[in-house]
T-cell receptor, first 114, second 117 residues
């Protein structure tokens, strides 16, 4: 089955540690995205990538880093510089069809930092 | 710049009653419009989308939405809700005129649909 996988589903870390969230897709999509979701705030874009080896900052990139070495993979690192990292993180991918990009989402990773 | 406003953060409704979730957008260009659903602790799933043509769009799970250009709205409706419709619903918009740059979606803050038995 084609889709987007995010692992793990739940992640716990101590404050001051970097943590990497995995996102893999087998949909052959060019574009990939990382969103952060907090209660009552909707989805906020962290980073996005249109092609391999290229990515752009979204609205809240500070304290995060990404890489796009393969089309299928777009891992997100939450660094110790992120002041409030506890959140639900969603990865998405999209491909252009009929002039628009329709985003497909993974199941999410809930990160708790204490 | 584009923006999306979902006017209600929560909508409680009795089971088998009709529901409308409101979405208004602001844009100086033509837009594509989307509604996504998020069940608890899951990712988002596309419910329906408006690209062009008929302003009444039908989606999955019995939902439909109507694009109203003059009112810049794209309200989501269902004639009879079920307990399984309990979820958060997100409205989103993208630029229809710029095919090279409409890979981003502008998101509303979401509306939680609460079904009362």
């Amino acid at each position: 089955d084609g889709g987007i996988t995010q692992s793990p589903k739940y992640l716990f870390r101590k404050e001051g540690q970097n943590v990497t969230l995995s996102c893999e897709q087998n949909l052959n999509h060019d574009a990939m995205y990382w969103y952060r979701q907090d209660p009552g705030q909707g989805l906020r874009l962290i980073y996005y990538s249109q092609i391999v080896n290229d990515f752009q900052k979204g609205d809240i990139a500070e304290g995060y880093s990404v890489s796009r070495e393969k089309k299928e993979s777009f891992p997100l690192t939450v660094t110790s510089a992120q002041k409030n990292p506890t959140a639900f993180y969603l990865c998405a991918s999209s491909i252009q069809a009929s002039g628009h990009y329709e985003q497909y989402f993974g199941p999410g990773t809930r990160l708790t930092v204490t | 710049a584009q923006s999306v406003t979902q006017l209600d953060s929560q909508v409680p409704v009795f089971e088998e009653a009709p529901v409308e979730l409101r979405c208004n957008y602001s844009s100086s260009v033509s837009v594509y419009l989307f509604w996504y659903v998020q069940y608890p602790n899951q990712g988002l799933q596309l419910l329906l989308k408006y690209l062009s043509g008929s302003t009444l769009v039908k989606g999955i799970n019995g939902f439909e939405a109507e694009f109203n250009k003059s009112q810049t709205s794209f309200h989501l409706r269902k004639p009879s809700v079920h307990i399984s419709d309990t979820a958060e619903y997100f409205c989103a918009v993208s630029d229809a005129g710029a095919m090279d740059s409409n890979y981003q979606l502008i998101w509303g803050a979401g509306t939680k649909l609460i079904i009362k038995p």
